[in-house]
């Protein structure tokens, strides 16, 4: 059983920047990571992925403007998120995949403000 623990979220401004992390409570070397978000009354969407060697791949709307990250040696990923639109209001979700089994984190709450 892994544990993840979103932090990071907050209030900002449109064109503002916030960075997330996401700390396993296991080992992360070896999977591949990556960052949900959910917008009020909308489904939840893959925003980034970061492969065990590093390789990332983004959503069209995180491309050049959020950075997807890895720590293995503390156990944690991180989103750099800047130029942030109002659009991007969601709760952000964190997610591990071992074999079939997925967890996640509880999330955490980014608001953009105009």
């Known amino acids: 059983q892994v544990q993840l623990v979103e932090s990071g979220g907050g209030l900002v401004q449109a064109g503002g920047f916030l960075r997330l992390s996401c700390t396993a409570s296991?080992?992360?070397?070896?999977?591949?990571m990556d960052w949900y978000r959910q917008a009020p009354g909308k489904q939840r969407e893959w925003v980034a992925t970061?492969?065990?060697?590093?390789?990332?791949t983004y959503a069209v709307s995180a491309k050049g403007r959020f950075n997807i990250s890895r720590d293995n040696a503390k156990n944690t990923i991180y989103l750099q998120m800047i130029s942030l639109k109002l659009e991007d209001t969601a709760v952000y979700y964190c997610?591990?995949?071992?074999?079939?089994?997925?967890?996640w984190g509880q999330g955490t709450q980014v608001t953009v403000s105009s």
């Open positions: 997610r591990l995949q071992q074999s079939t089994t997925q967890y």
């Open positions: 296991g080992n992360i070397f070896g999977y591949a």
């Open positions: 970061i492969a065990p060697n590093g390789f990332t």
